[in-house]
């Protein structure tokens, strides 16, 4: 069962497989949370190439002209880049 478990905070980087969710079991954010199977994100940013375009809860967002995107306040339970990424991840679960 997924779990938002308050504060904890991690990053991932890397080049991501395009269409793979990242927080679903063999992720790469899910392999960073042995605390839970399934992580809930309560915060994100995200450093990319402007343009890139990032699944989020099953709503297509594209990267800003700057390469940045940050969230909070949502909880995010599917997170995938449709096309793949090279891309740093910081996130609070």
Do not use: C, W
Not at 51 to 62: D, F, K, L, P, R
């Amino acid at each position: 069962m997924a779990q938002a478990l308050n504060g904890r905070y991690n990053q991932v980087k890397g080049d991501f497989p395009a269409g793979v969710d990242l927080l679903a079991e063999g992720g790469a954010i899910s392999d960073v949370t042995p605390e839970t199977d399934s992580p809930i994100l309560l915060k994100i940013g995200i450093i990319a190439e402007p343009g890139t375009v990032v699944n989020i809860n099953s709503a297509e967002v594209e990267i800003s002209d700057y390469g940045v995107l940050e969230l909070e306040d949502i909880q995010i339970r599917h997170l995938s880049f449709p096309n793949g990424a090279t891309a740093l991840i910081d996130f609070i679960y």
